[in-house]
């Protein structure tokens, strides 16, 4: 403060000290004398709200009142009287403006209101503190939490599009969520590189080998430079490179071990891109006799998605398409850009012929989502397993370890809590364990442990076979 005194018993050495916790603290302090109507800011304060320090005319407080943003200040003059006539202290916040440099700061201020005999106000001591800082990361959350409940609401929504547009193409349930869980690993491969750029955009190449990468390493070719597609492009060519590698797998040039599949692309002057797929080496081609929903999402859904146009080519040499992007579809290059996905080697279990059998077998599930663990209950007992659990909370889950367990399928996180102590454990036992996670780890299992990973979303036939071939080479 400007005045100050030592009180009695407050020593030179006390006074010092709180002079540097509030200089510490960043707090300027104020003192309103209502007798002298004066209102006195110590230099720490002057400086924080850019005003000459030392006494200045209180005029009732419209002194200071004419530095409160216009949009704050009612509302801030309404708190203020309701505190001077009943209360003893305050802390409010609201929007400054500094007469300095006119710059918008918010600050927080806060005192102790000291009464005379009469009941009124005598004076008010306090502090100010500018917290624009804190309120501008509030806002920020504030809009990524918006943004969140957004994307995720598209997401939800495409997730019921394909759930509902695969199911009226589909002539029965293995089918359907074979298809299905297909299309929803694309989606989850697109919104994990997308998440990793912060949502500002995922690089075409790395689009490409998160779907091509797994299925045949050795038969795929990608070339075309650094090009960041928009969230919405992004998920479209996701999908559109898994139906295209699916029907490769299945009747085209991955099929068959000489068959080759070549992905390029390149920029157009109009600021869009082309890509271009072409597979050789497989069997004779000829259209498909009928029109399924891959058909259709290719033809129709990513063209319009990427602003653009998307044709497919039924060549009897092997299947063509060419996938035109308008400039709307291709991002700025993010300011964080991910790695490109390495192979995840561990995740092999992409397609299963016929059932796995765990017959026999005792499997602890650690699964925090209730809806998740009792798919794999019902999943893994379906193949034979007795099962240990669910175990939902990391508490649960150790208490089951006592328990007889020839293997385990764990989630990375329980309710924000590391299953490592339980991985631990299973280690030492030498119980081999399956990762079941939603977490994008490119570097392989959670933790550093030598384990296989299962990414969500997954087929819990999936997890099965994986459980089984643990049991198998353990």
């Known amino acids: 403060m400007t005045r100050r005194t030592v ?3 407050q020593t ?3 006074e010092q000290r709180l002079e540097l916790a509030l200089q510490a603290a960043g707090l300027g302090e104020f003192e309103w004398d209502f007798a002298r109507d004066v209102f006195v800011a110590s230099p720490r304060m002057a400086a924080i709200i850019g005003i000459e320090p030392g006494e200045m005319p209180a005029e009732g ?3 200071l009142d004419r530095l409160v943003h216009p949009d704050d200040r009612d509302q801030l003059i309404r708190t203020r009287e309701a505190d001077l006539a009943d209360r003893d202290a305050f802390d409010t916040e609201f929007r400054h403006v500094r007469p300095d440099d006119g710059r918008v700061i918010w600050v927080r201020v806060a005192g102790i209101i000291v009464r005379g005999a009469d009941g009124k106000p005598a004076s008010i001591t306090g502090i100010v503190e500018d917290v624009t800082g804190r309120r501008l990361e509030e806002e920020r959350r504030q809009q990524l939490m918006a943004e969140l409940d957004h994307r995720v609401k598209n997401v939800l929504a495409t997730v019921q599009a394909l759930a509902v547009q695969t199911a009226k193409r589909t002539t029965s349930l293995p089918a359907f969520l074979q298809n299905f869980a297909g299309r929803l690993k694309a989606l989850a491969s697109a919104n ?4 990793a750029a912060r949502w500002r955009g995922a690089a075409v190449d790395h689009l490409a080998a998160a779907e091509l990468s797994a299925l045949a390493p050795g038969q795929t070719t990608l070339d075309g430079p650094e090009l960041f597609l928009t969230p919405r492009a992004a998920n479209a060519l ?13 009747y085209g040039a991955l099929s068959v071990e000489a068959g080759h599949v070549d992905v390029r692309w390149a920029p157009l002057a109009d600021g869009g891109f082309e890509l271009t797929w072409t597979e050789t080496g497989g069997p004779r081609v000829s259209p498909p006799g009928r029109k399924g929903f891959g058909t259709t999402l290719l033809q129709q859904v990513t063209g319009r998605e990427l602003n653009g146009a998307a044709e497919v080519d039924y060549q009897p040499g092997g299947v063509r398409a060419r996938l035109r992007a308008g400039a709307q579809a291709v991002a700025p290059r993010p300011e964080t850009v991910p790695e490109a996905p390495a192979a995840r080697p561990a995740e092999t279990v992409a397609a299963v012929n016929g059932a796995a059998s765990l ?5 602890l599930i650690v699964e925090d989502a209730v809806l998740l663990a009792l798919e794999l209950e019902t999943g893994l007992s379906e193949a034979g397993a007795e099962i240990v659990g669910p175990a939902y909370e990391l508490e649960e889950a150790m208490a089951l370890l006592d328990r007889p367990i020839d293997a385990a399928v764990l989630d990375a ?12 454990a299973l280690a030492r036992r030498k119980v081999p364990f399956v990762f079941a996670t939603g977490y994008g780890e490119a570097g392989g299992a959670p933790g550093g442990f030598d384990a296989p990973v ?4 997954y087929d819990v036939t999936q997890v099965a076979a994986a459980v089984a071939e643990l049991l198998a080479t353990s």
């Open 359 to 363: 017959k026999g077998s005792r499997v």
């Open 413 to 424: 996180n329980l309710n924000g809590r590391s299953v490592t102590p339980v991985a631990e």
């Open 192 to 195: 994990e590189l997308l998440t």
């Open 61 to 63: 407080g419209r002194g």
């Open 7 to 9: 009180g009695p018993g």
């Open 454 to 457: 299962i990414r969500k979303p």
């Open 238 to 250: 996701s999908l559109a490179l898994h139906e295209l590698a699916v029907n490769a797998v299945k």
């Open 12 to 14: 030179q050495g006390q």
